[in-house]
């Protein structure tokens, strides 16, 4: 499996760049970090990646297949975005994943789900939780849970929006020791947890307009 991305460009609503001319290709089994302060740009390249949000510049192609030609649904069932904090929903995680289930079986992504509620079982998410409604769960369990249904729907990249930003340290290397079976592309601010999961790095700085310098232009890829 190998994802590439070639020369994405993404404009700010005022003409400037956001970011651009990113290139990067991910294969199986590795995992690409993403860091870099505030507001320069990491989950709107997620968004990119996963055709959630509208880039001006570049394509990319996982096993040399553009989104158009899976079509977008099928691309982001195949390249998944794990949203920082899960959008406020009604009903319950398993009414959530009930209609998922639907969902997908209705697209013809006919892959076998595993069961998200073992998978976060795994990482202390009580069988009682998925019957709570949304908004009666914590920040944690919210992240836990939305996360493990991901994973039980195995897509063959994983693009995380800080994953464990709400959990507390044990709970934090207990994701991140499963996570790390997965192929991901993962924004993290934490560097410990850089050092700990990245196979690869991409460090995005601000953009500097090309007139300025463009020797400070983004990206330390290492
Ligand atoms: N829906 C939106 N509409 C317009 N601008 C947006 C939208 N979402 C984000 N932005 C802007 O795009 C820029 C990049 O935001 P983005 O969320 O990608 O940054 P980030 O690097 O992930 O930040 P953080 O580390 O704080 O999560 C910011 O200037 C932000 O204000």
């Not at 294969?27 to 993403?34: A, F, G, H, V």
């Not at 040399?64 to 929903?89: C, L």
Request: one cysteine or more; aromatic letters at 8%.
């Amino acid at each position: 499996m190998k994802l590439k991305v070639e020369g994405l460009s993404k404009l700010k609503p005022d003409g400037t760049y956001l970011f651009k001319n990113i290139s990067k290709t991910v294969y199986d089994n590795e995992i690409l970090t993403i860091s870099g302060p505030s507001g320069v740009g990491k989950t709107t390249l997620l968004k990119c990646i996963s055709q959630l949000a509208v880039y001006e510049e570049g394509a990319m192609f996982l096993d040399d297949k553009s989104p158009e030609e899976y079509g977008i649904p099928n691309w982001r069932t195949r390249i998944m975005y794990v949203p920082q904090r899960a959008p406020i929903m009604q009903g319950t995680p398993l009414e959530f994943y009930e209609k998922l289930r639907m969902f997908s079986s209705q697209q013809k992504n006919m892959y076998k789900h595993e069961d998200p509620v073992e998978i976060a079982e795994r990482w202390n998410v009580n069988r009682g939780l998925w019957d709570k409604n949304w908004n009666q769960l914590s920040g944690g369990e919210i992240q836990r849970i939305s996360l493990a249904i991901a994973l039980s729907c195995k897509p063959q990249i994983l693009l995380l929006d800080e994953p464990t930003s709400a959990l507390d340290p044990t709970t934090c290397l207990l994701v991140e020791a499963t996570l790390k079976k997965y192929t991901c592309i993962w924004v993290t601010h934490n560097m410990d947890q850089e050092n700990r999961v990245a196979t690869h790095r991409l460090t995005l700085s601000p953009y500097i307009d090309e007139d300025v310098d463009e020797s400070e232009n983004i990206l330390i890829d290492i």
